[in-house]
């Protein structure tokens, strides 16, 4: 690839992510009754998940990481008032390293180096849905809070 082409493909990522950062900042900042409805409505869009009823385990449970992915992506975009923007902060990381477990613990299944039962230990004994259902309640989000 020539020189010039890479420079070029530089600038065009820089520009994308300005782009980017652009257009989060251009959204206004929310009300904390604004911020409660829109998250329970992201929320609640997830919760209407429902697994594929063909495919393997780890088929079925990469459905449900690409939908969390969506709804963590969505939750990102939403501009918190000042009063909750460091729990939003917080649920933000949380869920994050959720989503991330669950891929590994999925791939690894996929893999065939872990059972089912292997992988629902490992969910049982993680601290990450506690943390995060903790936080959704301070938060005063309900929709968000997964049992």
């Not at 063909?54 to 939750?75: E, F, M």
Request: proline content about 4%; glycine content about 4%.
């Amino acid at each position: 690839m020539f020189p010039w082409r890479l420079t070029w493909l530089a600038c065009f990522g820089c520009v994308a992510a300005i782009a980017a950062t652009s257009a989060r900042a251009a959204q206004p900042t929310l009300t904390a009754t604004e911020y409660r409805q829109q998250a329970s409505a992201i929320c609640n869009d997830f919760n209407a998940f429902r697994f594929p009823e063909q495919g393997t385990l780890a088929d079925r449970l990469a459905a449900l990481l690409d939908k969390g992915r969506t709804t963590l992506t969505a939750l990102r975009r939403l501009r918190p008032p000042s009063s909750l923007a460091r729990l939003h902060a917080q649920i933000m990381v949380t869920d994050a390293r959720r989503i991330e477990m669950l891929g590994s613990l999925t791939a690894q299944l996929k893999a065939g180096r872990l059972t089912i039962s292997q992988l629902a230990a490992h969910v049982a004994r993680s601290p990450l849905a506690g943390e995060a259902n903790a936080l959704w309640k301070q938060v005063g989000v309900f929709a968000c809070v997964q049992y």
